[in-house]
């Protein structure tokens, strides 16, 4: 059954991913190349303001309003897909290395409402200016965010290789 809920998170996961790095193109122009992802980390409401302007000029912004609007189911499906591909791979509670994913990926939950917030720091900012407050929240939320993301992806990488390569581990 949880490789079954994986699956579907993952298939999700990457249905998503694909609709958003489709919207992303419209969103990288030659003065906001990182798209929305230059967005999310801006850091300051003049640096996010000129990401807005051009993406106004350029007649995108209801394009990232609609790239914030898929992520908002975007958001549960990551990190529910890596909290189960994380449980699928553990072996032994009793290692190290099983711990750091039981707690991994556990912590890969929180970018649930990291991710709302910048989402919700970033619409509020398209609609009525930057500011350096609501930039430095979104850059947080989304640092840690990627953060996250990325800490649990290494260990699934790296537990996918355990078992390719490592010996079997009998079950009690």
């Not at 939320?141 to 390569?165: D, E, P, Q």
Request: aromatic fraction near 10%.
């Amino acid at each position: 059954m949880r490789l079954l809920t994986w699956a579907f998170f993952a298939t999700l996961s990457l249905i998503l991913m694909l609709q958003l790095r489709a919207l992303d193109t419209d969103l990288r122009l030659p003065e906001t190349p990182r798209g929305i992802v230059g967005y999310e980390l801006a850091w300051s409401g003049a640096r996010a303001d000129s990401i807005i302007t051009v993406w106004t000029r350029n007649d995108v912004t209801e394009t990232a309003k609609v790239s914030l609007g898929i992520d908002f189911v975007y958001l549960i499906a990551y990190p529910l897909m890596f909290f189960t591909g994380a449980r699928l791979l553990r072996r032994d509670p009793l290692q190290t290395f099983d711990r750091v994913g039981r707690w991994l990926g556990r912590g890969v939950l929180a970018c649930i409402p990291l991710d709302a917030a910048e989402n919700l720091l970033l619409w509020r900012m398209i609609d009525q200016g930057g500011s350096d407050q609501l930039a430095h929240l979104a850059t947080l939320c989304a640092s840690f965010k990627f953060l996250l993301v990325i800490l649990v992806a290494i260990w699934c990488l790296a537990a996918v290789i355990r078992r390719i390569s490592g010996p079997r581990v009998a079950r009690l």
